[in-house]
């Protein structure tokens, strides 16, 4: 997703500088990504930090690969990446796009079950398997919490348009707060 908005968002760049009208669909796809991005990005990092990194050391796990540059890059750049975006640009966030994280995972649910059971189902991530007993709920849950997380970002870019240096600091705690480019030292609880 942080991927595709940023590709949205030069290709529409590229128009203005050229002095070209934007075209709708680069204009429709970058404002129904950006959500996903925001959400899903965010909520990515937390989950990385505050569980799977815990449960990792708890298990007494090989926390490596957690800390890898690509690795480094899905959970901690792009927050970072995101989050200089929203400060320098301010955008005009929505709270109704917040249900565009919900209606693609849905879709992503939909999709998984029929991949699961009908074309191989192979996922780089278990929590994302479908046919384990409550996954189509927790996919679910997974989705709403996508919108839940863009709406706190959209609560944070609200209060900057009121009180800039106020949001801009909330943002920056949250970011502090989500991101970890060291491993923590083995048997020590991450902070």
Known sequence: MFGLVFLFSSIGTWHIVLGNEIPDSVRLLSTAIYPLALGSAFLTSTVVRYIIIPSEIKMERDLSH????????????????????????????????????????????????????????????????????????FLTGLAFSIGLFYLGLWLIVELMNEIYLLGVLLLCLWVKQIIMFKQPIPNMKPI
Not at 71 to 76: A, D, G, L
Not at 97 to 110: D, H, N, S
Not at 122 to 130: L, Q, R
């Open 66 to 137: 957690l800390f890898l540059p690509h690795e480094i890059v899905m959970h901690n750049l792009t927050v970072i990446l995101l989050a200089v975006d929203l400060i320098a640009t301010q955008p005009n966030l929505r709270p109704e796009f917040g249900l565009m994280g919900v209606i693609m995972g849905i879709i992503y649910v939909i999709f998984a079950y029929i991949w699961a059971n009908y074309g191989g189902g192979y996922y780089v991530y278990s929590f994302i398997e479908p046919r384990v007993k409550g996954a189509p709920m």
